[in-house]
């Protein structure tokens, strides 16, 4: 009985030991990832908030017109998950916000991610528009994202565009957020820095503003692409460091437990041999 509860610890040990190479590797593919990805996010964000504090300081000059004014309250959300699992919680935590959030039977969704590509077409969701899978997204496909959130907006389907993506926090902490992409809010300090100098645009601020939201708009998608990238590989690279924690810990304890077993069967084969001995 003891043999056979040794040879079954001892095939554990081999089994975990295996899963945990597998972690191991997986978590610095993830790492790798993430150095890269992040670098990009990193660069293009400052970019990208330059550019929002640009389009807003001219948004503050410009008069709202009632004209544009939609009689809908429909969305169209952009959705970002992932194409794979072993991420912790990166895509529960944005399917969660999909339910609290989208009206399944009037707004319009443009998904990204596998995971929730799926999860939308098991619920039954209407108006969706799936986007290619892919494993880095570029400029590019921010472009062609914003052409199929831009449609329904166009043609006054929807009165907003917003994105439910993870957002990058710290290396540690990622939480889904609900952002409104447009039309652009207007706040009582936008472009309080740049009538300070007393800017002079040229042309003026209606035909610039016209020039400057769709590069913005582009800019804008491509940098929540890559936040939320960034967030998945960091939360990968944190659920794969858990798991191949856990796995030595397990590990560790099942040796001991091995050991254990293999000293008090040595310990009964001494005795026996001793009884035997004196028997004699």
Known sequence: MAASSMQST???IK???STMKITKAMELTAVSKLQKTKSRFEANREYNDTFKYCVRSVLAGVDEEETGKVETDANVYLVISSNMGLCGGYNSNILNTILATVDKEKDYLVVCGSKAQRFLESRGYKNVSNFPITNTYTYEDAKEIAKLLLKPY????VCAIKTIYTKYINSLTFAPNVEQLL???KDSEDGKGMNDY???FEPNKKELLDQLLP????NTIYNTLLEASVSEFASRRTAMENATDNA???TEKLRLEYNKARQGAITQEITEVVAGANAL
């Open 248 to 250: 030595e810990e397990l």
């Open 198 to 200: 007393l800017v002079i």
């Open 15 to 17: 089994s975990i030991s």
């Open 10 to 12: 001892k095939r554990r």
């Open 183 to 185: 039309p652009l809010k």
């Open 154 to 157: 166009e043609e006054k389907k």
């Open 215 to 218: 590069l913005y708009f582009n």
